[in-house]
């Protein structure tokens, strides 16, 4: 049978899981209103960041009660750390799906300059990202933590295109330029949501092989703890 400390780890565990749908959610949301110039979504979008931001802070405040109430050790404490890390990684994932969201309201105001392509796709690896780093967290599974950090590069490739593609534009036609800036920043933004993937991918191989990580999931630099 479960002992209660067990059954508390489980629901520290679901409430990561449901933040982290929200999360997706808002990210869905902000790059749909995006594409469909839809105006009302960004808003709704926006407004539901307050329910991220709670469970945020519910989590951290159930981690600590954990932590101060059983004092564990070993694999349950880096269960515990590596779910606040977790916490932060989510909720900033929601901050960027505001910001995103914030630069649709702003771009709904004038025709569309481009049709959209990269971005779309760079929202379809980054939230890809998210899902398995969730699984590989719930599952422990550090090859897939793994290709979540192998996937960041693709991420990383797709932003400077689309850098280098809207910089033309704005060389080109200077009334281009507040328009083009917009989705340079929605760009970066879907970067920082691949890297918050990845830092959450470091996260789970910590908590799963006391492995530290740093940047890249490359074999030479891991450094084992302990």
Do not use: W
């Amino acid at each position: 049978m479960e002992t209660h400390f067990q059954q508390e780890l489980n629901k520290l565990k679901e409430n990561l899981l449901k933040m982290a749908g929200l999360t997706e959610k808002a990210i869905t949301n902000a790059v749909e209103a995006l594409i469909k110039r839809d105006t009302p979504l960004a808003e709704k979008t926006i407004a539901e960041d307050a329910a991220i931001n709670q469970m945020e802070i519910l989590i951290d405040d159930y981690c600590l009660k954990l932590l101060a109430l059983h004092q564990p050790l070993a694999a349950d404490l880096r269960f515990i750390t590596s779910a606040i890390r977790i916490n932060t990684e989510l909720e900033r994932i929601g901050d960027q799906a505001v910001n995103i969201a914030e630069r649709v309201i702003s771009l709904n105001q004038e025709p569309q300059l481009k049709p959209y392509i990269d971005i779309p796709r760079m929202a379809e690896i980054t939230k890809a990202m998210l899902k398995d780093v969730l699984d590989a967290f719930v599952n422990g599974d550090t090859d897939l933590a793994r290709s979540v950090c192998e996937r960041d590069d693709q991420v990383d490739g797709l932003n400077d295109q689309v850098f280098r593609e809207l910089l033309t534009y704005m060389i080109a036609d200077s009334k281009t330029i507040t328009r083009a800036v917009h989705l340079i920043i929605v760009s970066r933004c879907l970067e920082r949501i691949a890297d918050h993937a990845t830092n959450i991918a470091e996260g789970v191989i910590f908590m799963v092989k006391a492995l530290v990580i740093k940047h890249r999931a490359d074999a030479k630099s891991e450094e084992k703890i302990g």
